[in-house]
């Protein structure tokens, strides 16, 4: 079966899910993603998800590896298999 860890750059591995929504899902409510959330733009600015036109949803439509360039510094989705299941 295959599990996503999900880290974070500066507090390592926050969780494991059982697929991509879920592990969305996790740092929705727990709160690690919100619009609010910051990444730094093409000019090295911080800017929140909010200011360039974001929304939870629509990072939701992403496949991981979008995800994972696009938070590149901030998140990191891996995906592992779990044995035993």
């Not at 733009?41 to 360039?52: C, R, V």
Request: glycine share 6%; charged share 20%.
């Amino acid at each position: 079966m295959n599990i996503i860890i999900i880290h974070e750059d500066n507090h390592g591995v926050l969780g494991v899910a059982k697929d991509y929504d879920s592990a969305i899902n996790f740092l929705v409510q727990n709160q690690w993603l919100t619009t609010d959330t910051e990444v730094v733009n093409s000019i090295e600015e911080f800017i929140s998800l909010k200011e360039l036109g974001l929304d939870i949803e629509t990072i939701r439509s992403w496949n991981i590896e979008t995800f994972n360039d696009f938070f590149d510094g901030i998140f990191y989705l891996d995906v592992d298999f779990l044995w035993g299941m």
